[in-house]
């Protein structure tokens, strides 16, 4: 499965010698993030561009301008007029399942395993970069009047002009399902670049929907490769992508306004007294990265962005500790990217969102398998909740964040003792609705049974 890897020098990286064998031998750490800037956030500088909450609200502009066309289009979405947005709730049984006493906070989740159409956190990034190219596209087709109504695009004429271009994209499978679902659901043609990883059930969703899927031998960062090259030569193409993209980024960034709001309707405050403790599940890094900027930008020094990893695909972990650059691969420290977290079998970093996250992240923890199994179980058995593999890496932050040598002294340095009755600590529940019944079924028989 995994392609062939040629040996290469060990990267440069800012580690302690202990932390580079917990990385190489596969066993769970939490790592502080040394850079991380105090004080509030305005902005961050990505691929020679500064971003900023404007940013952040013109993707939820963008949303919001085709809600009305989504709801036609989506049967799923007519009861809510077009939005896509997912539950903000507590988790008190799930907490005390997993150990995490009240005096140290308490466990929310925010549900974006809930998430219409797409099932996962996709449809927020993936979303909004094909909504953000189809009103290109219909501005140069000339489908938008003067006053910018989008109403004409959901007509028989404008699918016709969609149909004459390509939205492809490289994917281990989520991402693929967001994308391809939504671009064909425009009219699009839309071409899904599978990875090895990719779960079977994902790609005949997609093939149901007349989205082609290729498949390759070999991993994320090959297919993302393979997709690119496809569409380089074409103008009517637009590749989505993962590894670079800034409206992936502020599609899933978009969240977090609304995100706020529910923390104010459930009345939980967050403020250097009650600190937001946010553990979200990371791949290539770029819905993590959107989510933690706006999070930075909306409660500054008071939220702290926890990225979790599976341990055989601590791609983001390396890529902070490395050298800003070309991120290092998981095969150069001996690691096989080898995980059922799917949607976290990542090889390498995106640099962009590592160029975000330096001065912003707060710590990076690797979760085993193991681990991410028997708390899928849990979740399902103390709340009900449905989650795929990779969706339950946040369930494992707390216990490395208050467990951990790198955790409590993070809470020293940052003199978040006193403040943890108040805490909130946040899972990110990242993917799960359109999980068939025997594949989750799959899963729970997978949890360790002394767990
Ligand atoms: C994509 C995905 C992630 C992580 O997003 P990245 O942008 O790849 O870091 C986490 N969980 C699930 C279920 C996903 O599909």
Not at 3 to 28: G, K, N, Q, W, Y
Not at 248 to 272: I, K, M, S, T
Request: hydrophobic letters at 45%; one cysteine or more; a negative charge.
């Amino acid at each position: 499965m995994t392609a062939f890897h040629e040996s290469r020098s060990l990267p440069s990286l800012d580690a302690s010698p202990a932390d580079r064998v917990a990385i190489s031998s596969r066993t769970p750490l939490l790592w502080a993030n040394p850079a991380l800037a105090a004080g509030p956030v305005h902005e961050a500088r990505v691929e020679g561009r500064t971003i900023s909450l404007v940013d952040v609200q013109g993707a939820r502009d963008r949303f919001a301008r085709f809600a009305p066309l989504l709801a036609t289009t989506f049967p799923d979405l007519a009861g809510t007029a077009g939005v896509i947005e997912s539950p903000l709730r507590a988790v008190p049984d799930l907490q005390a399942g997993l150990g995490l006493a009240p005096e140290h906070g308490a466990l929310w989740i925010k549900a974006d395993h809930l998430l219409p159409v797409a099932g996962s956190i996709k449809a927020r990034g993936g979303f909004h970069e094909v909504l953000e190219h189809a009103e290109r596209v219909a501005h140069r087709e000339g489908l938008i009047d003067a006053e910018g109504s989008l109403d004409a695009l959901g007509t028989p004429a404008a699918r016709a002009v969609f149909a004459r271009h390509t939205v492809a994209v490289g994917s281990t499978g989520n991402l693929g399902l967001a994308i391809g679902v939504m671009a064909a659901a425009l009219g699009f043609r839309a071409v899904v670049h599978m990875s090895a990883d990719a779960k079977a059930w994902k790609k005949t969703r997609l093939r149901l929907r007349g989205v082609e899927v290729v498949e390759h031998a070999g991993d994320y960062a090959e297919a993302c490769a393979a997709g690119r090259r496809a569409v380089a030569a074409d103008a009517r193409s637009h590749f989505v992508d993962d590894e670079r993209s800034l409206s992936l980024l502020l599609g899933y960034a978009a969240a977090v306004p609304h995100l706020r709001q529910q923390f104010e309707a459930a009345g939980r405050r967050v403020d250097a007294e009650h600190p937001l403790f946010v553990y979200l599940p990371c791949g290539v890094g770029g819905a993590p990265a959107g989510i933690a900027f706006a999070l930075k930008l909306l409660f500054g020094p008071a939220v702290h962005c926890v990225f979790l990893e599976p341990v055989a695909s601590p791609c983001f972990l390396l890529g902070m500790m490395a050298p800003p650059g070309p991120a290092p691969d998981v095969y150069a420290l001996g690691l096989d990217n080898r995980t059922e977290a799917d949607g976290l079998a990542v090889p390498r970093a995106s640099e962009p969102a590592l160029e975000v996250m330096r001065p912003l992240l707060a710590a990076a923890g690797t979760v085993r398998d193991d681990t991410l199994f028997a708390h899928l179980q849990l979740a399902f058995d103390t709340e009900g909740l449905r989650v795929e593999p990779s969706a339950a890496a946040g369930f494992g932050g707390p216990q490395l964040l208050l467990g951990s040598e790198a955790g409590q002294a993070y809470l020293a340095r940052h003199r978040l003792h006193a403040h943890l009755p108040q805490a909130t600590h946040l899972a990110w529940t990242t993917g799960g609705l359109f999980v068939p019944e025997a594949e989750y079924q799959g899963f729970l028989a997978r949890a360790p049974q002394d767990a």
